[in-house]
Nanobody, 122 residues
Framework: QVQLVESGGGLVQAGGSLRLSCAAS????????MAWYRQAPGKQRELVAA???????NYGESAKGRFTISRDNAKNTVYLQMNSLKPEDTAVYYC????????????????WGQGTQVTVSS
């Protein structure tokens, strides 16, 4: 079994910063891509940023120039540094990971965290 646990969300004023973390644990053999998504009320879930296991990253339009994704492979953890936050960044932020585990050695399974709330006040 694999679990992803996000942390670091909260309430921040516009222009402020937050750093989200997502740690994967369990019977992990390897992790390929890791990513952050977000979902605001009444909207579809959207990609914020993704990073491969060798560090290549890509960003959704809303995150470019303000957010930075990074990962620590030794800790099975992905981070999202969010700067210059805007009220429209308010959403629940989810991480996901493509994982090979001891129960699924030959295929990749996508796991999701439970989400962390980010609220940006104007």
């Amino acid at each position: 079994q694999v679990q992803l646990v996000e942390s670091g969300g909260g309430l921040v004023q516009a222009g402020g910063s937050l750093r989200l973390s997502c740690a994967a644990s369990g019977s992990i053999l390897s992790i390929n891509n890791m990513a952050w998504y977000r979902q605001a009320p009444g909207k579809q879930r959207e990609l914020v940023a993704a990073i491969s296991n060798d560090g290549n990253s890509n960003y959704g339009e809303s995150a470019k120039g303000r957010f930075t994704i990074s990962r620590d492979n030794a800790k099975n953890t992905v981070y999202l540094q969010m700067n210059s936050l805007k009220p429209e960044d308010t959403a629940v932020y989810y991480c996901n990971a493509h994982v090979r585990s001891s129960s699924s050695r030959f295929s990749w399974t996508i796991y999701w965290g439970q989400g962390t709330q980010v609220t940006v006040s104007s």
